[in-house]
């Protein structure tokens, strides 16, 4: 028996929405299957005494047709009932034929399924049993309703092939029970057992996003007690759609005193607006924008979603720096779709919005998260990223953008405009400002603290690079009152949060890579090569060391003592410091850091532990410079006068300070000697060698 009964019918002007209840299989031909599908065991009709709350505008209809699998149900297959249900398929053909069928696709939004085997499941669970207890009670043949769920069955003959590639055409939400269901069977002597299954599980709901569990077996899983039953709580409200949904969006307010960045925002405006609704977007777009801590990534983001807010249904922002600050934010995303707190029902949620959305994730910098876990499945939506770890550039299907120091330029109307400079095309303020941004290596949080210590009258800009010199710790490590919510770090302190990151890993990378680090500090901040430290371990190798010269190496170097050389140890050390972008690698394989990551780290080391790495730096590379003269070994000496400078710069005494801790001082100024003696500058050559 096949009929459609309305259950509730708002007033006309009021009706905007028809919901339809299916029911499933009839085991027991019951005729009032179609209703008590939704009936719980206290007769409460749910969708006839709580839904009309949640959903005072929709009109509710109850549909029935023949699903029995007893004697009288005909050997019909699924596609013959499905017919009955989709009007002759009628979805698909409304795919097919638009012009006879487009109307009820058109108003089609979305679908709910509880428990329903879309890919099949545990051998079929109860399907299977009931097939074949259903034959040998009525020794009717095996209904194709029942015969096949094992995989690809239940909507195979009408959706595996053809539905399966229009879903993303409708809202779909899907159910699946955490309880298995005590069933009465009987074994191959005919014999009655107990056995205990899942009917539909997790692998067999599943039909486009990631389905829901309920807290309930197979029979349970669509009724309801009432009000106060703990599930009913749980469904997510409203399931299926925005519409209900204001247009909203949830993030920081970009900073008023945003400056330039013309060529990354120029790139996601061309490549993350949404499409047009003649265009659908084959796959989720996700642009990363990486780089050093605090160069402005998180306002460029921000910036583009001010400047596109119209363009977008909703965009929201969530702090990605960690597993644990990503469930907040997707918490305060369930909030404003008014759904369970559950972050699978969050994601699920944002999935199955039409209409655009962007969602920022921001600051995703521990290399050991995996992020695109966090990522709502399906290809709808917009996703910016912003990382230190250049490695984030895996997840972009939209582009990336390593972002850097500022343009001079941009960099000193930044500096004018956040030391409250009014007019920030004056020229002397601009000439004025020139030194203090170069100083600073044009890194936009430095800028900014700058100018809020030049606004607060602290000193003049041309007084600025004199007091930096005298008080870079204090001036970098100030946070401006006036700084905002989205500038919470100080330019040391957001590094800070770097090392200490590298510090909690395991094994000897980390401390590799934070040895690594020390010793650069103490090396130009340009053009620092493998090379010096090959060098060093070869001659380590060949030539007997004394003692103290051996406990002036670095561990990275100690440890391959009398072993091949393992590049890939200091490789690794490296990768660390690439994966927070402390410091960079050029298509030459030489590393560099910026000036002021530079000079945060030997600003954090005590006065004992810079004469420990600076006599390791200093130790390594004259071990590192060979007393041989192929043209690559004029060549590598070159390259180290940067670093010698450097180096030796550092203490009054220069190499002179080696000769009360180590008897091979004398070797090691020779080897410094040859390197200046051969770039023409032989007043230090002499000096060293006096």
């Known amino acids: 028996m096949e009929y459609i009964d309305v259950l509730v019918t708002p007033q006309k002007s009021e009706c905007n929405l028809d919901v339809v209840f299916v029911h499933g299989l009839n085991p027991k031909g019951d005729p009032e299957h179609a209703r ?127 539905f399966i590639h229009q879903i993303n055409d409708y809202e779909i939400l899907t159910f699946y029970e ?52 703990r599930i009913w709580e749980r469904i997510p409200y409203p399931p299926l759609h925005s519409h209900s949904i204001s247009s909203t969006s949830r993030y920081p307010e970009c900073r008023a005193i945003f400056t330039g960045r013309e060529e990354i925002s120029e790139q996601l405006h061309a490549r993350c607006l949404p499409t047009s609704q003649h265009n659908v977007q084959r796959q989720q777009k996700r642009f990363v924008t990486y780089g050093l801590g605090e160069s402005g990534k998180t306002q460029v983001c921000l910036k583009f979603a001010e400047d596109h807010r119209e363009d977008f249904w909703g965009i929201f922002w969530t702090d ?9 934010g ?87 405009k956040t030391a409250g400079v009014d007019n920030v095309s004056d020229q002397s303020m601009r000439k004025a400002a020139m030194p203090v941004v170069i100083t600073l290596g044009c890194l936009a949080l430095a800028i900014n603290q700058a100018g809020a210590v030049i606004r607060q009258g602290r000193c003049e800009i041309g007084e600025y690079c004199t007091l930096f010199s005298r008080r870079r710790k204090e001036l970098l490590s100030l946070k401006a009152i006036q700084g905002g919510e989205d500038y919470r770090y100080t330019v040391y302190t957001t590094w800070e949060i770097s090392r200490q990151m590298i510090e909690e890993m395991s094994g000897e990378v980390g401390r590799d890579a934070l040895e690594l680090l020390q010793m650069f500090s103490f090396l130009h901040h340009e053009g620092i090569l493998e090379e010096t430290f090959y060098r060093a371990w070869c001659t380590l190798q060949s030539n007997r060391q004394s003692d103290g010269t051996l406990s002036h190496q670095s561990n990275i170097l100690l440890r391959q003592l009398d072993q091949e050389w393992n590049v890939h140890s200091l490789r690794a050390a490296v990768s660390v410091l690439l994966s927070f972008s402390l410091v960079y690698r050029d298509k030459d394989h030489m590393i560099s850091i910026h000036p002021l990551v530079h000079a945060w780290v030997r600003d954090q080391l005590s006065s004992s532990k810079e004469e420990i790495v600076w006599t390791q730096t200093t130790a390594t590379i004259a071990l590192s410079i060979p007393w041989t ?25 220069g190499i002179f300070y080696l000769q009360r801790i180590g008897e091979d001082c004398q070797n090691m100024a020779s080897s410094l000697a040859l390197v200046y003696r051969e770039v023409g500058r032989r007043q230090e050559a002499l000096q060293l060698t006096e």
């Open 36 to 162: 008590k599908t939704w009936t719980h065991e206290n007769g409460m009709f749910w969708p006839e005494v709580l839904l009309p709350e949640l959903l005072p505008t929709a009109r509710l209809l109850l549909f029935a047709y023949n699903s029995s699998v007893l004697s009288n149900a005909s050997n019909v297959p699924v596609a013959g009932h499905a017919q009955s249900l989709l009007n002759d398929q009628a979805l698909i053909e409304a795919k097919l034929n638009e012009r006879k069928y487009g109307c009820l696709k058109a108003s089609t939004y979305g679908l709910v399924f509880f428990a329903t085997p879309h890919a099949g499941g545990n051998r079929a669970g109860v399907a299977n049993v009931a097939s074949k207890v259903c034959s040998v009670l009525t020794g009717e043949p095996s209904n194709s309703l029942l015969a096949t769920p094992e995989k690809d069955s239940l909507l195979t003959e009408i959706s595996s092939d053809q």
């Open 178 to 229: 955490t309880r298995k269901m005590d069933v009465k069977v009987r074994n191959r002597n005919f014999l009655p057992q107990v056995t205990s299954m899942y009917v539909v599980d997790r692998n067999a709901a599943k039909l486009g996003p990631n389905p829901l569990p309920l807290d309930r077996n197979h029979s349970q899983i669509c009724r309801f007690s009432g009000k106060e039953d």
């Open 320 to 328: 990605a720096s960690s597993a644990e600050s990503l469930e907040r």
């Open 330 to 416: 997707y918490l305060q995303l369930a909030e404003v779709c008014r759904s369970e707190a559950n972050v699978a029902v969050a994601q699920h949620w944002l999935s199955n919005i039409s209409e655009p959305w962007a969602l920022i994730l921001d600051n995703a910098d521990d290399p050991r998260l995996d992020i695109s876990s966090y990522f709502p499945v399906g290809n709808r939506g917009i996703i910016l990223i912003t990382s230190r770890n250049p490695d984030c550039k895996f997840h972009a299907t939209a582009g990336s953008y390593e972002l850097g120091a500022m343009a001079t330029d941009e960099a000193v109307t930044l500096m004018l």
């Open 629 to 653: 003269f192929q043209t690559e070994d004029y060549r590598y000496r070159q390259s180290l006068v940067p670093h010698l400078d450097a180096c030796l710069s550092f203490r009054k005494d």
